[in-house]
């Protein structure tokens, strides 16, 4: 069983920082690609930025120049560095990984809990 818990959330004024972390579990033995994905009130869940194990990196056009992923293959972590927040940034952030390898099975598509981020203006 893979699991994802997401840390780092919570409130920040406009123009502040906050960092997102991501840890997965359960005896893995690589992810292809990890990644942020938020979901505003009344609104659907969209992509903010994905990195693959070989580092490559995309990013949604409404966080590039802001936000920075990263991730720690050996430790099964992914990062999100959020700088100069808006308050249109306010959302719960999910955390994915995808295409992993474990000991005894492969998954696809696993989902964190999510964390909370509230941009005050």
């Known amino acids: 069983q893979v699991q994802l818990v997401e840390s780092g959330g919570g409130l920040v004024q406009a123009g502040g920082s906050l960092r997102l972390s991501c840890a997965a579990s359960?005896?893995?033995?690589?992810?292809?690609?990890m990644g942020w994905y938020r979901q505003a009130p009344g609104k659907q869940r969209e992509l903010v930025a994905t990195i693959t194990s070989g580092g490559s990196t995309n990013y949604a056009d409404s966080v590039k120049g802001r936000f920075t992923i990263s991730r720690d293959n050996a430790k099964n972590t992914v990062y999100l560095q959020m700088n100069s927040l808006k308050p249109e940034d306010t959302a719960v952030y999910y955390c994915?990984?995808?295409?992993?390898?474990?000991?005894?099975?492969?998954?696809?598509?696993?989902w964190g809990q999510g964390t909370l981020v509230t941009v005050s203006s």
């Open positions: 359960g005896s893995i033995f690589s992810i292809h690609t």
């Open positions: 994915n990984a995808d295409r992993i390898a474990t000991m005894k099975d492969r998954y696809l598509d696993v």
